[in-house]
């Protein structure tokens, strides 16, 4: 089955999120624009709404990562459903019998939705293969292949900050492609959405095979790749890069690629930076950078939380409707 | 069926009829509150009638909607706006029309998301047949019977006009 | 080996083809004793016990398997020998080449002698082995070669498993020299595969899959080639995946080095396209490639560049091939679709069947050294009858493999075997 049946119903709703190929121009604005409609409520006093009461989600990560399931939990606390975190280590777990086992045993809870972050390509499209036909997968992201909640809300600020027209805007991801699912995905939105330009930035070793057909222009040089650039989105380094040899040190790291406001000088006169967190101060930014500004970092996770509602809502929303 | 009369007159009776009440709270000032699209104009309509001191809130209630995964959600919900504390505060909640009672039972929830209300007294522009829970509105502009596959629609802002369609 | 038969048989009426002896044309089969007695005419004084009517069938040799996991020893939970000679008879093979990674792996005479047992006990399809090449194929020492080739190891191998010391290999080569036996090898330079589970290329740019460049095979076979020339071993690359990779050996061949190759067939009829969204059926290591590589495969192929089609059978219960795509194992099962799969080369490659048969018969037999492959008079009357206009659909019905972990499941097949005979005795009929 293709990720497109997979994650679309039969009337063209959203039925499991896990990645951002294989859905339309058209849910990808909707999910923008419900997620429109939470910032607002997010913003008001009473943050709560009852969407999602008496619906049980599962945050099931197989990869530890407190900041993305913090922010999965706190959206499914503001639908009203009830929350389970469940952190279950590789090492518990690698052959996909175990994993079957323990899809099986959630489900017998009467779970409505998983949450997945899995260390593997393909472990959330597997899920969503496995799962009884009522519970809803989102993909929170799935080793180098798709992280689709943050290149939404990613997009989500970026729209925010300069508008609906995409086609106006160069985009320019800095860093670890080779390894970042969230480059993957922000870059199969972005060209869902028409962007004028999207460019990856990164010396080779850090870029993988065949990346333009992807749908980006590579740079390897970091003042020619952020040149006028509306949007700069810088990626987190890991530091066992360095352990691979795919790069020699931090320092030369920040030498070339990290952002400075002196190379900043060459983007766009109203460049927006963007950085999925957490930063490495020093490393792919300074600091001055990181809290100046241009820098809508902390917005970034406020929208996270919305994205996140609009997500869940709609892919719980499709179930008793499937049935009528 | 009878044809809704001119929209001027039903909201200038709803505000007389509404005077009454909030003459009756004394010194505690009322604070009015309607409920998106159509409520919001009428409650528009009728705060400036009033001259109401507190300014006019405003509840959209698409996510407390109870049919919310049969039919999923308006793609653009606008926040709810209530620029006055809810708790021990007389409420005038206005809607244009009142039928089966489930969007006035939604944004009664939602009220009570934002505080305890020391009452809550509902205005309606158009009541019609159809109530499917025990609510019912203090003032109501007018009463319209419509057959089951009639609806009956507001439409402004301005200017307000009242439309009967049938149901597809 | 194999109880031979008493049966005199005939088969008449068939299209035999015999690419060892040059032969396309229809003639009848005389059997007795087990061995093919005359091709043509009969010998004076014959009566058949049994005739098979093989009119508009082809009759060539028993099919020889240059790599077919059976799983036993060790992982009987996936197949056993019985239950895979038996889908090999089915499949018209009545030779098959276990490699040593069994468990315990083939690095003791008693392995291999239990192996012969249990398929001589099963009495499908005969089972030679090749045995580890370093101690329990860990890559460090050597394994006893000479003891292995008394227990009827055919070949030496690393199964797949990496041999990091050049300095290793080379002595390992040397000795195996000296006993005259072919070593085995398995392109791929771990190092350079990192782990990775797909093809470095644009599908698994796509879905963030770990790669494994080219480079991890041609590095690999440049480095054993330098190694072959200088040690003059007898080698043989297993399952070559790029057409690069397959050119290296080519130029080597036509330098005079003592080097063959073979492919299995997932190779010649998928590419990296078919993982789709993560479809494990088709995480297979080494990994498919692109399609050039596909054609280039099928051209190396034609040309006898590659001698020997395999099925490379991989045969893994649901579970293993249940799970995150990097998380299953590797491996397609390959007896049922080896020869149909080999059949559709004739059309999509032009191929001649004869020269199709070749890669599946004598060329593979070749390569291991064993007496089978071949329809000459005096012979193992090993046989093969199928019917090449019946076509069947692969499903849990027609596969006669204990796992049914194939990409080719449902796909529609043309090439039936309706008969297998070995030593004489038919261990295969479908009428």
Known sequence: MSASNLQIDSKGHLRHFLSISGLSRQLITEILDTAESFAGVTEQTVKKVPLL??????NLFFEASTRTRTTFELAAKRLSADVLNINLTQSSTTKGETLLDTLR?????????????HADSGAAHFIARSVAPHISVINAGDGRHSHPTQAMLDIFTIRRVKGPDFGRLRVAIVGDILHSRVARSQIHALN?????????????????????ELGAHIYHDLRTGIKDADVIIMLRLQRERMQGALLPSEHEYYELFGLTEEKLAVAAPDVTVMHPGPINRGVEMDSEVADGPRSVILEQVTHGIAVRMAVMSMAMRRKEGATQ | MNAPENITAILDRMAEQLATHVSKLGDKIPAMVGIHTGGVWVAEELHRRLQLSEPLGSLDISFYRDDFTRIGMNPVVQPSQLPFAIDDRHIILVDDVLHTGRTIRAALNELFDYGRPASILLAALIERDGRELPIEAAVVGQHVSLKPDEHIKLTGPSPLRLEIQQTA | MTRASRQRIRISGGRVIDPANGIDDTLDIYIAKGKLVAIGTAPDGFSADQEIDATNRIVCPGLVDISAHLREPGLEHKTTIATETRAAASG????????????????????????????????????????????????????EMAALRRAGCVGMSNAGRPVTSTLVLRRAMEYAATFDLTVFLTANDHSLANNGCAHEGRVATRLGLPGIPEAAETAAVARDLALIEQTGVRAHFCRLTSGRAARMVARAQFDGTPVTADVAIPYLYLSEIDIGDFDSQCHLIPPLRTVEDRQQLRDALQRGNLSAICSDHQPHEPDAKSGPYPSTEPGASGLDTLLPLSLRLAEEQRMGLPELIDRLTRGPANILGVPAGTLSVGARADVCIFDPQRTWVVDSNTLVSNCHNTPFYGWEMQGRVTHTLLGGRLVYTSI
């Not at chain 1, 028409?194 to 870029?207: K, S």
């Not at chain 3, 315990?104 to 009495?123: F, K, S």
């Open chain 3, 92 to 143: 018209g093979i009545t030779t098959l080449c276990c490699p040593p990674d069994t468990r315990p792996v083939i690095d003791t005479p008693a392995v291999a002698e239990l192996i012969r047992l249990r398929a001589e006990a099963a009495g499908m399809a005969r089972v030679v082995t090749l045995g580890a090449l370093t101690r329990e194929l860990g890559g460090e020492q050597l394994s």
């Open chain 1, 192 to 212: 869902l959405l028409n962007t004028g330009e999207v460019r990856i930035v990164a010396p080779r070793t850090l870029i993988p095979t065949h990346a333009e």
């Open chain 1, 53 to 58: 009461r008496g619906k049980t989600i599962v």
């Open chain 1, 105 to 117: 045993n959630l489900e017998a809870m009467h779970v409505d939705m998983f949450v997945v972050r």
